[in-house]
Every structure is written in structure tokens, then in C-alpha cells.
């Protein structure tokens, strides 16, 4: 949104709403799959933004926000009044964020926004490789092998390396992570690459390694994208270095 205060509204409803996001998807609870339409609605239910007509398409939807949140702070420790509607000083990571009035500063927004961009990716290529993966592998095992094509795990992540892991600036930083998904992706069903019928180039002599690398990374990139195209009909979410998200 271009008006500021309203800016301010939306980043202060996720920052109330996220340790209850956070903690749907650790396992611990039913993981919350919203459209983009829902999620609006879920944080204007959460800063008081109701419509005030009850019969409407939108308060229908509100209605079945609060539902949700409800359920959410039912089988969690998380917990706020619907009745207290004084903007707050949120946190983040730890860190008070007063966004009452204005957004955050641009580095808090920033990382926020990083944040919520990285946890997509995580949570998008769980559910793909759940849907195409012809590896026979416990949930455990794959777990590890997803949990390897990052920093930290798929519903936590650490700001500090916000410019880490698959995003990297450099090759040689994104040859550990590209390994991963190499792996992770080789037991895929579908209409594969030849990369990954090959194993992982590692001969890091070579004059050339790092377009080796490259053409290997674009490969999966675009068998990954696609592939969630495909199947779910959606953009699939990418990650992106905490410096150059805002």
C-alpha cells in the first residue's frame, strides 16, 4: 500500500499474528494454507479492520479468519484479546518494533518482508517435493535432505545470514545448497533435466567450474519453477538475499 499509516497497519497485524504463523509450521499444528485474499482478511481481523456488514462476501471471509485464529491460539501459548485493539509495540526476532504509527525502519521492514519471502520458498519446496519425490524415504529423511537446501530449518530462519544459502552473491558460497537440491530434486518425478541423471559436479579444479555450477543451478531453477507451476497453478515463491528484498 502506498499510504504509510496503512503500511504501518498491515506490518504491525503480522507482527501480532506471527508467533502463531511461526508455530503452524512446526509441525506442532495444522499448517495454515490461505489464499491472498484470505491472508488480507486474517490481518485486518487482527488489527480490527472488520467489515460492517455481516452478510458481506468480505465479513464472511473475516468471520472465517477469526475462526482460524482462534484455532491457531487454541493449541498454542501465543495469545491476544480481539477486544484490545491499542496498537502496539510489536517484536521481531526479539527486537521491540514500533509500527503504531509509521512502517518500521527500512531495515526492520526489510528483514521482515525477507523473512516472510524465505519462509514460503521453505514451505512451498517441502510441499512439492511432498507431492513429486519417488524416493521412497521416510519423512524424516527427506526432512533432512530439505532442511540442507538452507540456513537453519524450514519454519525458523536466521537474519544474521539472511544472505546465505541459495541466494548467495557468490557460486562458491551456493555450491553446498545447489548440492542439496541436486539431491533432494534427483528422486523427483516428471520430465527431469539431464542434470540431474548426473551426479553433482565436483570437480572444483576445473577452469571452469563455476559455469558448470551455474548451468547445473539454472537447470534446477527452472525445473523447479515450472514444476510448481504445473502442479499448483501458482507463482511458486523464490529465495532472495535479505539485502536486496526492499
Known amino acids: ?38 491472508w488480507r482478511s486474517l490481518l485486518d481481523v487482527v488489527g480490527g479492520h472488520t467489515s460492517s456488514s455481516s452478510t458481506s462476501k468480505n465479513s464472511i471471509i473475516q468471520n472465517e479468519m477469526r475462526i482460524l485464529i ?16 491499542t496498537p502496539q509495540i510489536e517484536e521481531f526476532h526479539g527486537q521491540p518494533v514500533d509500527c503504531r504509527t509509521d512502517p518500521p525502519p527500512q531495515k526492520i521492514a526489510s528483514q521482515i518482508i ?11 519446496l517441502l510441499v512439492l517435493d511432498r507431492r513429486l519425490d519417488n524416493s521412497g524415504h ?6 533432512a535432505l530439505l532442511d540442507a537446501c538452507w540456513v537453519g530449518s524450514r519454519y525458523q ?3 544474521a545470514k539472511g ?39 565436483d570437480n572444483h579444479e576445473a577452469h571452469n567450474y563455476t559455469t558448470i555450477v551455474e548451468q547445473v543451478e539454472q537447470s534446477l531453477a527452472f525445473f523447479y519453477t515450472t514444476s510448481f507451476l504445473m502442479g499448483f ?4 515463491s523464490i529465495p532472495h538475499s535479505i539485502s536486496t528484498v526492499c
Open 114 to 124: 525477507w523473512e516472510i519471502c524465505e519462509l514460503s520458498f521453505r514451505q512451498e
Open 1 to 38: 500500500p502506498s499510504n504509510p499509516s496503512t503500511r504501518a497497519f498491515y506490518y504491525r497485524s503480522w507482527l501480532k499474528i506471527r508467533p502463531l504463523i511461526l508455530q503452524s509450521l512446526d509441525g506442532s499444528m495444522k499448517p495454515v494454507n490461505l489464499s491472498a485474499k484470505q
Open 163 to 201: 544472505d546465505d544459502g541459495l541466494s548467495a552473491s557468490t557460486v562458491q558460497k551456493r555450491v553446498p545448497y545447489i548440492r542439496s537440491l541436486h539431491r533432494l530434486m534427483q528422486s523427483w518425478k516428471g520430465d527431469k533435466p539431464e542434470e540431474l541423471y548426473e551426479p553433482f559436479p
Open 138 to 143: 521416510s519423512l524424516a529423511e527427506r526432512d
Open 70 to 85: 482462534e484455532t491457531l491460539m487454541g493449541s498454542s501459548p501465543h495469545s491476544f484479546s480481539f477486544n484490545d485493539l
Open 233 to 236: 497453478a501458482l507463482a511458486p
Open 157 to 159: 530462519t536466521d537474519i
